[in-house]
């Protein structure tokens, strides 16, 4: 054990990537719970993941006991491979489930307070009319914090790239709210578009 681990790189990527390993063991885990897998390539396929990792998480599990290769008669005349969960498998994959829903929500939450604050920022400026420039699913998660925080805000349109925002009279907005807001973008956005600067605002 490290006198301090919080500062030591070493154990820092240690942490990081055991952390990797056990997202990619629930990922094989919950395939295996609700698919039927006779090869690692089938497996590879249904969880997203490259083969060579699945030979080596596949490897650690049938060691660990969690995973099994069981009998499968895929027709009358031949027998096959299945693998299987192991009833300490089955455990192990509804533990993660659980410490993996946890760590979004954390994050999701996380994000929420960050977007608010930034909302919030915008509105003491003054702006009350935002032109959302990026996904619209974005958008719509923006619209439900600002009901949320009963901001004076309104999205009054959403443009899904910096190219649609010339198309958008700059009267009818105070600010666009660039998704991809980098400093490279926003000099870019103010030759093309010829909006002011002020009236642009980067999202993160």
Same mark, same amino acid.
């Given at each position: 054990?490290?006198?301090?681990?919080?500062?030591?790189?070493?154990?820092? $990527?240690?942490?990081?990537?055991?952390?990797? +390993?056990?997202?990619?063991?629930?990922?094989?885990?919950?395939?295996?719970?609700?698919?039927?897998?006779? /090869?690692?390539?089938?497996?590879?396929?249904?969880? =997203?993941?490259?083969? =060579?990792?699945? *030979?080596?998480?596949? &490897?650690?599990?049938?060691?660990?006991?969690?995973?099994?290769?069981?009998?499968?008669?895929?027709?009358?005349? &031949?027998?096959?491979?299945?693998?299987?969960?192991?009833?300490? =498998?089955?455990? /192990?994959?509804?533990?993660?489930?659980?410490? +993996?829903?946890?760590?979004?929500?954390?994050?999701?939450?996380?994000?929420?307070?960050?977007?608010?604050? &930034?909302? *919030?920022?915008?509105?003491?400026?003054?702006?009350?009319?935002?032109?959302?420039?990026?996904?619209? $699913?974005?958008?719509?998660?923006?619209?439900?914090?600002?009901?949320?925080? *009963?901001?004076?805000?309104?999205?009054?349109?959403?443009?899904?790239?910096?190219?649609?925002?010339?198309?958008?009279?700059?009267?009818?907005?105070?600010?666009?709210?660039?998704?991809?807001?980098?400093?490279?973008? +926003?000099?870019?956005?103010?030759?093309?578009?010829?909006?002011?600067?002020?009236?642009?605002?980067? +999202?993160?």
């Amino acid at each position: 054990m490290f006198k301090d681990e919080h500062n030591n790189p070493y154990f820092e $990527m240690t942490r990081k990537n055991h952390m990797e +390993f056990s997202k990619r063991e629930f990922e094989i885990l919950d395939v295996l719970d609700n698919q039927v897998i006779t /090869t690692q390539r089938q497996l590879s396929e249904f969880a =997203g993941i490259s083969l =060579g990792q699945v *030979n080596y998480v596949i &490897k650690s599990l049938l060691e660990k006991g969690l995973v099994k290769l069981g009998d499968f008669r895929k027709n009358p005349r &031949k027998i096959s491979y299945a693998y299987l969960l192991t009833p300490r =498998g089955i455990d /192990t994959k509804s533990k993660l489930a659980v410490k +993996f829903v946890t760590a979004k929500l954390r994050e999701y939450h996380s994000l929420r307070n960050r977007l608010a604050k &930034k909302l *919030n920022a915008i509105e003491k400026k003054g702006h009350v009319r935002i032109m959302f420039v990026g996904p619209k $699913m974005v958008k719509e998660f923006l619209g439900s914090i600002i009901k949320e925080n *009963n901001l004076d805000l309104v999205l009054v349109g959403c443009c899904q790239n910096r190219k649609d925002l010339k198309d958008c009279k700059p009267e009818t907005y105070d600010v666009a709210l660039l998704f991809d807001g980098s400093n490279a973008n +926003f000099k870019k956005t103010k030759s093309t578009i010829r909006i002011p600067q002020n009236k642009m605002l980067p +999202f993160w």
